[in-house]
């Protein structure tokens, strides 16, 4: 069997995914809202990504 995953949360995070600088790990902030107290990070700013109309804040995780 093969299974393929589609919707907007999906395109998110290729989009997050997308705009991580090389070996830097990028999430949401409603991520970081889950793991903010086991991880060191970041806020990163707001991103634009395609196919949404609203910027989408992002956190990175500092090594």
Request: aromatic fraction near 10%.
């Amino acid at each position: 069997m093969d299974y393929t995953i589609i919707g907007s949360n999906v395109n998110l995070a290729s989009r997050i995914q997308a705009q991580a600088k090389p070996g830097g790990i990028l999430i949401s902030h409603a991520t970081w809202a889950l793991v903010k107290s086991d991880f060191p990070l970041t806020a990163s700013g707001d991103l634009e990504a395609k196919g949404f109309y609203k910027k989408v804040k992002s956190t990175r995780w500092m090594n």
